[in-house]
């Protein structure tokens, strides 16, 4: 037959509406091909079924000779698709299916796909079996063509051949891949509204089944299962929710029973689903990873027998996690992750790890890794989406954590140390963030070999605290302000418990003891925090009653043992002094809303105050709680020491500067009440250089200088450890650098008592990846040289051979030439530099090198003014005068 004939039979057969395939419409439209002969077995059949022979011809050669054309370009020759000829041809088969395929299924198949012909038969069943048989075959041959077989169009086609296949057959056809090429989604979808119709024979729905685990276990299949029941099985009952249909394929995949393989496969297919989906991140996208976390879910649920899936659901949310904890290479600058893989890391724990307990995988997986989370929040930018991620996943965790878990990870942050597999999984120490030209850009990477110190001041216990009262969890806020609470009253922080549960040398003991200082330091802190944090004002006030019987018994506790040790008790007299500062405003407001409940606490402060072991500081604290109501009720205003304390709490820059002013004149003046409250003013003032404006922090500055007068090594101490805590933000630690400086230049000389402090903490910063850090480092030691007279003799190896580094190796040219000052400026004022022979030498050459190989003509000056004071001291030092020379012979002066 000609192609053009064969076109204009196409044509005719697509233009038919649904009432128009009838048996004389169809006769007319292949009156053109009557001169076909058919097979002698066909001759006497019916009218019907030769109409059907006849298109099976037609469709078998259109499809071999008009649907792709040859077009001859230049020497070559190209094939075609002619998409109006394939609209047509793919009408035409559905048409055809309606009046062969579908019309000699069994009744109970016959109602899966559209069917609009105006045609019926009646034949035997041996003569149905083989017709069908004959419309299968000719069916597979023209589903051969994969143009046909994946085109959407053909959908009823799909089901109704395979149904016929599995009418016929009475097995899997799924292992003997008899179906044609069909994509995924199709069979599946075939083969549930196949196993779905009503009637079906009971030994061919167990094949089904058993094909449609077949499926599911195969490379693709969880995906397509899932895209077919979500989006395409009860498209039309809206009544069933979409989290239904994900507890419906959990079952299905989830379920013991199944072999090793098919869990793996499924497994790995819903990872790399589920990453695709969180990508994504449509609704529609969104559906499909909720069904992949509802999977995995069931998946860890299962006993310990699958073991295996559990470890491979770890590895897949936690692998590159582990990797920070532990990277593989160590050599300073390696890149270990950059921040699109870090970020999709993160976006998919959030997805799996956020919401209802129900709608995510199990909290106790982010356990392990809560304290390398907390790292990476206070070291991410808070503009980044990936931190706000990192603080829906530490809140999600803490919150469905019970009060004794929650405690032992309180207690591991506060301590610094592993409980069971609470920080188990730590960010490594050489580990820090890399910024490129913006926040936005940045990778992680290894940092050179860190201060053997640095770990003391890497305490996590704040960055909890900044992650709570950014969330609105305030019941998680009072649970862990309770164990705060508990570990300040209970806890050991004197020396004597340090030395009784430790056998230490003094090195050791000194170390240890710094160390307490600052976990009670960070502890006191974070109480402020909280209890300042007005969106907890509401739950601390009205559900007192826990917090109230916590500190009248640890009161009790610590006024009896403080009245029987006397002056040997002044550990519980700090702890007491504390806990007032802290707990003053919550006395003063709770006993003006309900006086009651605090009687047996102002009782107790009552009868401390009478007694002999209760300081100045401590009666005017216990004065100011005990009058409270008092006051309240003659008309008096707030103490002059409360009112600049609330002025510095404010957000506004002026009233903190206001409030900043009247605290320095109070402590210059040195009033009772501001002195006891010396420890909530220095948390404040540190709290204050934060702020971005200028005028604001330099009060803070003044303020702290101010502080020394009644608090001043603990004022020193935690300046060093604010500014080595790597935790805290570059601009707040230069803050605090500049503080440093003004405060020992108040002590003046008495400052040398901390000299090895100071000195050791500006020369840590010396080795800051960032810059500017390193310059203000490195100002901030020749600062501390000059008002400590340069009395640095212990030190001037180690500051030597610190300058010569950042001179040599350093590519910031202001920390070049901040190094060479520095060295200039120590050898023109240290005295008796001439004690340091052995190292003149090498001084001498590395000046000399500079001024030879630098090419910087700023640095060079530096170098050569340098080697300038040196020939000066040693032509000094070699140079004798004899007037100051004593001859002796024979042991008698000449």
């Not at 498209?235 to 929710?241: C, D, I, L, T, V």
């Not at 507890?247 to 297919?269: M, N, P, W």
């Amino acid at each position: 037959m000609e192609v053009k004939t064969l076109r204009e039979v196409i044509i005719s057969t697509a233009s038919l509406k649904p009432k128009e395939i009838t048996l004389l419409k169809l006769e007319g439209l292949l009156n053109v091909v009557q001169w076909h002969s058919f097979p002698a077995a066909e001759a006497d059949t019916d009218v019907l079924w030769k109409v059907a022979l006849r298109y099976f011809v037609v469709l078998t050669e259109f499809a071999e000779k008009g649907l792709i054309e040859t077009h001859e370009k230049l020497s070559q020759s190209e094939e075609v698709i002619n998409l109006h000829d394939l609209t047509h041809y793919l009408t035409a088969i559905d048409h055809v299916r309606q009046f062969t395929l579908h019309l000699y299924l069994p009744k109970e198949l016959r109602g899966l796909s559209k069917y609009e012909a105006q045609l019926m038969v009646m034949v035997e069943e041996p003569e149905r079996v083989r017709r069908l048989s004959y419309c299968v075959a000719q069916f597979r041959q023209l589903f051969d063509n994969k143009m046909v077989a994946l085109h959407p169009r053909m959908e009823d086609s799909a089901i109704d051949f395979i149904a016929a296949c599995y009418n016929l057959s009475k097995a899997s056809l799924v292992e003997e891949g008899k179906l044609p090429t069909f994509p995924k989604e199709r069979v599946f979808r075939s083969l549930l509204v196949i196993k779905g119709s009503p009637g079906l024979q009971l030994e061919l729905a167990q094949v089904l089944h058993s094909d449609l685990l077949q499926l599911t276990g195969e490379p693709g299949g969880f995906p397509a299962l899932c895209r077919t029941l979500l989006a395409e099985v009860g498209k039309g009952n809206e009544n069933a929710p979409a989290w239904h249909k994900s507890e419906v394929i959990a079952k299905i995949v989830c379920s013991k029973g199944h072999t090793k393989k098919f869990y793996r496969q499924v497994l790995a297919d819903c990872f790399e689903f589920y990453r695709w989906a969180t990508e994504t991140g449509t609704d529609e996208a969104l559906r499909y990873a909720a069904t992949c976390i509802e999977c995995l879910k069931r998946f860890y649920q299962l006993p310990a027998a699958y073991r295996e899936l559990h470890e491979r659901i770890e590895s897949y949310f936690f692998a590159d996690f582990r990797t920070l904890a532990a990277p593989k290479e160590l050599v300073t600058g390696c890149v270990v992750t950059e921040r699109l893989k870090l970020m999709s890391n993160v976006l998919i724990c959030n997805m799996a790890f956020t919401g209802s307990t129900l709608s995510s995988l199990p909290s106790s997986m982010l356990v392990p890794y809560l304290h390398m989370f907390l790292k990476l929040y206070s070291m991410l930018p808070s503009t980044l989406e990936e931190h706000l991620h990192l603080q829906n996943m530490l809140v999600f965790c803490l919150n469905n954590r019970s009060k004794q878990e929650l405690k032992q990870i309180v207690n591991s942050l506060l301590l610094n140390r592993r409980e069971g597999e609470i920080g188990r999984y730590i960010l490594h120490p050489r580990m820090i963030i890399k910024h490129g030209d913006n926040d936005a850009n940045y990778n992680l990477q290894i940092a050179p070999l860190p201060n053997d110190d640095d770990s003391e001041t890497d305490n996590l216990l704040p960055v909890l605290v900044a992650v709570l009262k950014a969330s609105n969890r305030n019941l998680l806020i009072y649970d862990t302000f309770l164990t705060l609470l508990n570990e300040l009253m209970t806890g050991s922080w004197t020396e004597e418990s340090v030395r009784s549960k430790l056998l230490l040398d003094d090195v050791e003991h000194e170390r240890v003891l710094c160390g307490r200082f600052y976990q009670k330091y960070v502890l006191i802190q974070s109480l402020m925090d909280l209890i300042s944090h007005r969106n907890f004002h509401t739950q601390l006030y009205d559900s007192p009653g826990e917090i109230l019987k916590i500190l009248t018994t640890s009161l009790t506790n610590l006024i009896d043992g403080t009245n029987e040790m006397g002056a040997a008790g002044s550990d519980g007299a700090e702890v007491l002094e504390i806990v007032l500062s802290i707990f003053q405003e919550f006395f003063q407001e709770q006993c003006i809303r309900q006086r009651q409940e605090v009687d047996g606490i102002l009782k107790l402060l009552e009868r401390y105050r009478n007694s002999a072991a209760c300081s100045d500081g401590l009666k005017t604290q216990i004065n100011l709680i005990c009058n409270t109501s008092t006051a309240t009720g003659d008309g008096e205003s707030e103490s002059a020491c409360q009112n600049a304390l609330s002025l510095c709490s404010d957000d506004q820059p002026y009233c903190k500067v206001y409030g900043t002013t009247l605290l320095l004149k109070l402590l210059q003046e040195r009033d009772p009440e501001t002195v006891a409250q010396r420890h909530r003013i220095l948390i404040l003032a540190l709290a204050n250089l934060r702020d971005e404006e200028s005028y604001a922090f330099l009060n803070s500055v003044r303020l702290l200088v101010a502080l020394c007068s009644v608090l001043e090594a603990e004022v020193v101490d935690a300046l060093v450890k604010e500014y080595l805590n790597e935790n805290n933000e570059v601009d707040y630690r230069l803050k605090i650098g500049e503080a440093t400086v003004k405060t020992v230049e108040t002590l003046g000389a008495f400052a040398v008592r901390y000299r090895d402090a100071l000195l050791n903490c500006f020369l840590t910063g010396t080795r800051h990846a960032v810059d500017e850090f390193r310059t203000s480092s490195l100002s901030n030691v020749g600062s501390m040289c000059r008002m400590l007279s340069y009395q640095v003799h212990h030190f001037f190896y180690e500051l030597f051979t610190t300058l010569e580094s950042i001179v040599t190796t350093d590519s910031y040219l202001p920390a070049r030439r901040a190094a060479i000052l520095v060295l200039s400026q120590l050898l023109e004022g240290i005295d008796g530099l001439m004690d340091f022979q052995e190292y003149l030498l090498l001084i001498y050459r590395f000046l000399k090198h500079v001024i030879a190989t630098d090419r910087d003509d700023v640095t060079k000056l530096q170098a050569a003014v340098a080697l300038d004071h040196l020939k000066a001291k040693t032509k000094d030092f070699l140079q004798i005068n004899p007037d100051d020379l004593e001859r002796r012979m024979f042991g008698k002066v000449i």
